[in-house]
């Protein structure tokens, strides 16, 4: 029923969407889109994408563990990654935040109606509308709730070996779906969310938690730290690696740690007050500010917060009782956090706690400060449901219309941007099956330039003007990349910077040799190769630099024999002349074991699963004779 209802205010939603006359918007077509359409291009082709050639001057993109997301690749199964895919990927996993968050309320036996309702609430909140086009925000919250549900369903499950088997697979592979497809901040904050709700269980009712159940509960975590290592391990060696050389992997300071901060006067946007530029004027990104959720729910919790203070003053019994106390508390934190600068807190607290002192963007706080809000209203609403239950349908109604109503505005400000996306989705369908292809020998050689920049080519492909050398299949010495290579920093000049030929040909003294290169004959290139053939080149030339940025783990042959290679002022691969050469990009630790490993992972989860499920429908019934 829950999937009903959702998918059909998701369409009423998004229709123009679906009809192809509006698209997402910023990041998620800038960023997301290429890596995605050039991702699932290579695996088209068999081809593992561990090198993107197409952006940055050219970059390990095995290193970002979206390029490990399974689910992404279903989106683009009968044909290329376009406008289309995203949007779809992006509904999708407002479903799974749906579906998740009553999961998780039904574990604390919020009674099936407001758990819909709440569920709902928190799949069309402010935060996952304002934060459409940050997609690792949405899909890493999308996946909280199932990660804490299932840690839940696994305490509870106590001598069920089955279920607990069961809840513990199933942990593992939704930490790997969070890790793997969301921001790594909101990993982190899993992280603690999970440790803190296992310290919670442990010490709650702690005269009745025996070293069995503590047995049993670590036993379970186990399982499933082993099930997520062994799905993530492509993703967690590639993104180790990455980050000994990216910028991001350094710990902030506490000014660019505040940076994207929440601001105090956006609490508006919880009353019926519209998160617009105006709202978010003087700061980074208008996404950042709204924290809409239902203003009849909050006047709701006030109201049960207020009488159960009262209550507690006057000496009598509390009737909603401490969790609701402890989830508003834990709200509360969680927006001082978000604050920033506007508030000490997010200063004394976040430099202190490892992992989280690496991110950016305080106003990711928000998200769980809204999730912990939505918790708080389904525990004071379970305390009186049953005397509201003749109500119950009206009250509903009243939420859903409301939360329609204000995600119908947010969809307008921070979520849709009205273009033929129709035009966008027909040339990159041109590109994927005109354009040239991944592995196959070409004559047409790239140049190498800022494609990003040239007017002529920023109006290739219309309404976008972010990393379009994905789609032309140029080497774009920019583009929009969320990872800053340590070497982009280094400053040295050398004499590549203005030339736009993808290989350029040197003297014995290292000395540029204008027009160098007499003749390429055929050039390839894909996720993990770049190859080419039939060069004629100058008397002189002793040296060629390949216009790609130099990594450890390049390896050159010719006819048959490993050469050695060197950096070039780190913008490019020098290597000694030569009529046929190719370069593979070769991690040595993403060799044949580790694929061996997560493969068998797979397939190990998905023996437990169904024979566990099957256990559990054979006790069930046996149960019931």
Request: proline fraction near 4%; aromatic fraction near 12%; include cysteine.
């Amino acid at each position: 029923m829950l999937i009903l209802v959702e998918s059909s205010i998701l369409l009423g939603l998004f229709f123009p969407a679906f009809m192809e006359n509006a698209a997402l918007q910023w990041d998620a077509t800038e960023i997301y889109l290429p890596w995605k359409y050039f991702v699932t291009e290579q695996l088209k082709q068999g081809l593992l994408p561990l090198w993107n050639p197409y952006m940055s001057g050219g970059f390990p993109q095995h290193g970002d563990p979206g390029t490990w997301y399974e689910l992404s690749y279903l989106f683009a199964a009968t044909h290329e990654y376009n406008l289309q895919s995203l949007l779809v990927e992006y509904l999708t996993h407002l479903l799974i935040a749906s579906l998740g968050f009553a999961f998780l309320l039904r574990r604390i036996h919020t009674p099936s109606i407001p758990a819909g309702v709440l569920a709902i609430v928190y799949s069309l909140s402010g935060f996952f509308l304002g934060n459409a086009q940050h997609l690792g925000w949405v899909i890493g919250f999308a996946w909280l709730p199932w990660l804490l549900g299932l840690m839940l369903g696994m305490f509870r499950s106590k001598d069920d070996v089955s279920a607990r088997c069961a809840y513990a697979v199933l942990l593992g592979i939704v930490a790997h779906f969070q890790f793997a497809g969301g921001y790594l901040g909101v990993t982190a904050l899993a992280l603690y969310s999970a440790a803190g709700m296992w310290v919670f269980w442990i010490c709650a009712d702690r005269n009745h938690r025996s070293v069995k159940q503590f047995i049993q509960q670590f036993s379970g975590l186990i399982v499933s730290l082993a099930t997520f290592i062994g799905l993530s391990l492509p993703a967690i060696l590639s993104f180790w690696d990455l980050q000994q050389s990216i910028t991001r992997a350094d710990v902030l300071s506490i000014q660019d740690m505040q940076f994207g901060h929440w601001p105090w006067r956006a609490i508006a946007s919880m009353w019926f007050v519209e998160a617009d530029q105006t709202m978010a004027k003087g700061l980074a990104d208008i996404s950042l500010i709204n924290v809409r959720w239902s203003f009849l729910l909050l006047v709701f919790l006030v109201a049960s917060v207020t009488s159960e203070l009262i209550r507690k003053l006057m000496g009598r019994n509390l009737i909603i009782g401490r969790p609701v106390l402890l989830s508003v508390g834990l709200a509360v934190l969680f927006f001082l956090l978000a604050v920033g600068p506007e508030s000490p807190v997010h200063a004394f607290v976040v430099p202190r706690l490892p992992l989280l002192q690496l991110f950016r963007f305080p106003a990711i706080y928000r998200g769980m400060a809204l999730l912990m809000l939505l918790m708080a209203a389904a525990f004071a609403i379970k305390q009186h449901w049953e005397a509201l239950k003749r109500w119950s349908w009206l009250m509903a109604l009243l939420v859903l219309i409301e939360v329609i109503y204000g995600a119908s505005r947010d969809i307008k400000n921070t979520v849709l941007v009205k273009i033929p996306a129709n035009e966008v989705n027909g040339k990159l369908h041109d590109f994927s099956h005109q354009g040239p292809q991944l592995g196959v020998w070409r004559k047409q050689i790239p140049s190498s330039k800022p494609v990003d920049s040239d007017s002529l080519l920023n109006a290739t492909v219309p309404f976008m003007n972010q990393n379009q050398g994905v789609y032309l299949k140029q080497w774009a010495t920019d583009g929009y990349n969320p990872y800053q290579l340590r070497v982009r920093e280094n400053k040295d000049s050398n004499p590549v910077t203005n030339v736009e030929e993808a290989i350029i040909a040197l003297d014995s003294a290292g000395n540029l040799v204008p027009k160098g290169i007499l003749k390429v004959g055929e050039m390839l290139e894909n996720g993990h190769t770049i190859a080419f053939r039939g060069m004629v080149y100058a008397k002189g030339v002793c040296f060629f630099v390949v216009r790609q940025t130099p990594s450890k783990h390049w390896q050159l042959t010719s006819g048959g024999r490993s050469l050695a290679w060197s950096s070039y002022g780190n913008t490019g691969i020098k290597i000694p002349a030569a009529n046929h050469f190719q370069l593979d990009y070769k991690p040595n630790y993403l060799g044949d074991s580790v694929y061996w490993i997560f493969k068998c992972t797979w397939v190990l989860c998905l023996m437990l699963l169904i024979i566990n499920g099957i256990k559990g429908v054979v006790e069930i019934e046996s149960k019931k004779h």
